[in-house]
């Protein structure tokens, strides 16, 4: 593992991102201005006007419009990227699914932001967990460091798997928070991606080629089912783009999931995000001043949804508590725990799972809270049976 | 640019560069035709976003496409956005010395009137006023007929549509359409025409005057609607001339830059004798209530005079001279 040289800078999420941005040089970037993203697209047409970057900048009139000219930009061969965030996402939402249907690895920083109404610019993950069946790598970031590494890897994952990429950090927790952070040299981020090798080229006049046909009855099926093969592949390519990642920086970086004291844990927390740390210090209280065998696995990748590390990880608790930062309206809490209860349902050995939904609207998320979710579990471990799937915590009721 | 030269029909049939055969429009559909004389104007790579709509729908079904260029259909609402993408993608691309081919590589956004006027107007505004080098072509049949003719913005007053159906109450559409045109103009859009299929070799030459211009370009070309306007298969072009003929569509074409920036209007056709409005109304059925209302054609008459008038003000005080 060569290290490669690394220099220690204070940036905030939004300027780490920028940062990465910078360092990867896109073709094109075509974006339009949202809290708590604004700044990742600001400080990117700095560089472009100061000329620290040669990218093709499209200052779009609309999300839709952004992800439109990424989806154009991406089949015509470039390495394409944005940023947006809550509302913004929301009006992509038809985009993104052609995005990754027509197999195009475009990369967008993502800020999350609670969506509408009521109105609000702080952190819940209902923004991206509204995207979350549209096909795109979804990648949680817990820390500032962690969220430019991403952005860098993410552009790796995504052209290896010709699928689109998102990588978030928390709204203000993240994007506005500053840490210390060791940045890479612009020539080693260079150099680690390479030129993107596009599966298609519109531009390419002497082999034209209709992109986005009309697929009925007969064709789309099988379309579909190759876009989602390509789903289940990507995992494999991700973890690759990890390993590379790894191996050229000299930087480990947790793919999917990350144990945290997992081992002989009889209570886990499923968490995403930054309230990870948070969660964290919450696990190192209970267990060595309280003597509670609690764990907690953060989950850095949503899509591809990782059950295989959900499963080897989290089968053999007893008791496990996965946080949710959304809520699917549907009287069973988030869709962190639906899915997780998916991945462990068949198995002979499995946990109890109880579902808390948190931090929404950027409620601050504090140790308290994951103290009354291990109490719960402990609460239903002494034969108490909840009365709904669901509990919210941090909230006035 | 390499433009070529068609005088005659037969010149414009014997070009190579055109829808192929066994696409499934409708028939006596005119956009086959548009797209044949759009295709014909150049020598020049051509790379075309195209809207959901008839067009897209008729000609690409999987694992089929008549597309003879690199074509890209993204939604309905963003082949503007689709088209200033691709284009940012060339600039960036040939920047960096990406781009294989020496030829210069024009970009062309199609869309329909429910694609133009109304759901797309946004994204083709921002990529107007972002001055991305392309040519938007706007078929018009004035009404979403993809979906089964309901009225659009660009649906003309009294119109019957299946949304706005002509009734024991309403006779059919009751506004005018909006002047797209004119909003293209009012965003200093480079160049800006109207056309159709039946003065063909105006058309032709409006598109190589789009292309050969730097900056955001406009057409808006009528393309008369069988099923929509409800007429004879064999009388789209001739309803597309009547509809010059009479007025009701006026050829024309703007500049910005003419006149020291304050731009340039010419109407290019000047029908000789005077058609009246009825010729063109009465072989479509979507008109057919208010043939015996003499006081509703009335309306459209004025309106078409209006308009008329209107713009040979304009052209008096901003002649576009070529």
Known sequence: MAKRKTTRVALTGNEAMALAMKQINPDVVAAYPITPATEIVQLFSKYVADGEVDTEFVPVESEHSAMSACVGAAAAGARVMTGTASQGLALMHEILYIASALRLPITMCVVNRALSAPINIHCDHSDTMGSRDAGWIQIYTENVQEAYASVIVAVKSAEKANLPALVTTDGFVLSHGMEAVEIFDDEDVREFLGERKPLYNLLDIDNPITIGPLDLQDYFFEHKRAQIEAVFESKKHIYDAHREFEEFFGVKLPVFVEPYRLDDAEYAIVVMGSSAGTGKDAVDVMRDERGIKVGLLRMRIFRPFPFEEIQKYLSKVKYLAVMDRADSLNTMGGPLATEIARALYHLSERPIIHNFVYGLGGRDVPLENFYEVIEKMQWIAAGNTPERMVDYVGVRE | ?322
């Not at chain 2, 088209?83 to 024009?106: F, H």
Request: glycine share 6%; proline share 6%.
């Open chain 2, 1 to 322: 640019m390499a433009t070529k030269k068609a005088r005659t029909l037969r010149d414009l049939a014997r070009m190579k560069r055109a829808l192929a055969p066994g696409h499934r429009a409708c028939a006596g559909c005119p956009f086959p035709v548009i797209l044949k004389i759009l295709m014909s104007a150049t020598d020049d790579p051509l790379v075309i976003a195209n809207a959901t709509g008839c067009m897209e729908v008729t000609s690409t079904i999987f694992p089929y496409t008549a597309w003879p260029v690199p074509w890209i259909h993204n939604a309905f609402e963003n082949a503007a956005a689709t088209i200033s993408g691709v284009e940012s993608a060339y600039k960036a691309l040939k920047r960096r010395g990406k781009i294989k081919t020496e030829k210069e590589i024009k970009f062309i956004a199609i869309g329909g009137d429910g694609g133009t006027y109304d759901i797309g107007l946004q994204s083709l505004s921002g990529a107007i006023e972002r001055g991305h080098d392309f040519l938007y072509i706007l078929y018009n049949n004035e009404g979403y007929m993809n979906t089964g003719i309901q009225r659009s913005s660009a649906t003309p007053m009294y119109a019957s549509t299946t949304t706005s159906p002509a009734g024991k109450v309403i006779p059919g559409k009751l506004q005018w359409r909006k002047e797209i045109t004119d909003i293209m103009i009012a965003h200093q859009a480079k160049y800006v025409a109207q056309a159709s299929p039946s003065h063909w070799v105006d058309f032709m030459k409006k598109v190589q005057k789009a292309l050969e211009t730097k900056g955001p370009t406009f057409i808006n070309v009528i393309s008369p609607c069988q099923p929509g306007w409800n007429y004879p298969p064999d009388m789209s072009i001739e309803l597309a001339r009547l509809a010059v003929e009479s007025k009701y569509w006026i050829l024309y074409e703007y500049r910005s830059d003419a006149n020291n920036g304050l731009g340039g209007y010419k109407i290019n056709y000047r029908p000789r004798k005077e058609v009246s409005i009825v010729e063109f109304l009465k072989p479509q059925r979507r008109y057919r209530h208010i043939l015996d209302r003499p006081e509703l054609i009335k309306d459209i008459e004025d309106h078409i005079r209006r308009n008329w008038e209107r713009l040979e003000r304009l052209e008096k005080e901003l002649p576009l001279e070529e």
